[in-house]
């Protein structure tokens, strides 16, 4: 059964609240919702204002404004451990590298109570892994994308966790992922710069944003072309690490990824000079065509540097494979 969230309306602003901080005027409204919640819901783009999602906390509400918040329900408090396949590229007694199928969410949130890589990791590692993240994402240094498949690493003590994060903080890890994106990029090489934050017309997806939103900035690089240069390889390298970072930069730059149900939409009817099996492919392949191939980090036990590489995964790699045929 889907998980609903549920949506309060509380009464609109009185004259004499104007110019209060949006934040402080929900907690005082809601005040079932604690303040640390009613921020997080704000982060994570579940508020809005006349259809226009609010992602600011120190926004200062205005006489007679309404607003709409939606409160997913909590995820299960501690997650059970489940027999889910994992592909473990490595693995010690401080850490475990593993190679992320598409489709695997990395911990649990509304929406994915269970059957995550957490419920996995903690069936695989049982009561070693870190407990940093939390109850609900114990071990997670860093996540993907449900559908972006790839090299992950998870700490097993508190020790790794601590050392990890902090690589991850210092932009020290070193990350790289090789996309199929619509077009080819000008210059061939290069850096996109631009803050992202929520979309201020739809709450489920990133965007660059003129003011607020983090600070992000991929590094580019085209490594082939396909039918004339209708479809790119790309390799991307992240200096920060935003949600959707890669997604949301090459769409900007008027290159989404190929397969993108969020930010791109099909160009697979340009490609005239294309099969008609090809354009099929290009046009209903499932998911971004995003691969995390490299990670690569020092030990944070040994102080050695591990390197990791991952070839791309069945759908990507026979994509790839026809995309060479033409």
Request: hydrophobic share 40%.
């Amino acid at each position: 059964m889907p998980i609903i969230a549920q949506t309060l309306y509380p009464e609109p602003v009185a004259p004499e609240e104007a110019g209060t901080r949006l934040d402080k005027w929900l907690a005082a409204r809601l005040p079932d919702l604690s303040r640390t919640r009613i921020k997080a819901l704000i982060d994570e783009g579940q508020v809005s204002a006349a259809g226009l999602t609010i992602t600011d906390g120190s926004a200062r509400v205005k006489p007679g404004q309404t607003f709409a918040v939606a409160v997913p329900p909590d995820a299960p408090a501690e997650p059970e451990p489940q027999d889910i396949a994992l592909t473990v590229v490595h693995e010690d007694e401080d850490l475990i590298v593993i190679d992320k199928p598409a489709g695997l969410v990395v911990h649990p949130a509304p929406g994915s109570p269970d059957q995550t890589l957490v419920n996995a990791l903690l069936a695989h590692c049982g009561d070693s892994l870190s407990g940093i993240g939390g109850v609900r994402r114990p071990g997670i240094v860093h996540r993907l994308d449900k559908d972006t498949s790839g090299l992950m690493v998870a700490a097993k003590n508190d020790r790794s966790h601590h050392a990890l994060a902090a690589q991850f903080e210092a932009h020290t890890i070193e990350r790289a992922y090789q996309a199929l994106v619509w077009g080819t990029p000008v210059p061939p090489a290069g850096e996109i710069e631009g803050n992202i934050g929520r979309s201020g017309t739809d709450r489920k997806k990133m965007a660059v944003v003129k003011s607020g939103g983090k600070p992000a900035l991929t590094r580019y690089k085209v490594l082939k072309t396909f039918l004339g240069g209708a479809v790119s390889l790309v390799e991307c390298r992240l200096a920060t690490g935003r949600t959707h970072q890669i997604r949301v930069h090459m769409t900007s730059i008027g290159h989404p990824l190929v397969g993108d149900q969020t930010y791109g939409r099909s160009r697979a009817a340009r490609l005239k000079t294309a099969s008609p099996d090809l354009r099929e492919s290009l046009s209903r392949f499932p998911r971004q065509a995003l691969h995390a191939y490299l990670l690569g980090f020092l030990h944070p036990t040994s102080g050695y540097m591990l390197k990791f590489l991952a070839d791309f995964p069945c759908d990507i790699k026979e994509l790839i494979h026809l995309l060479e045929l033409e």
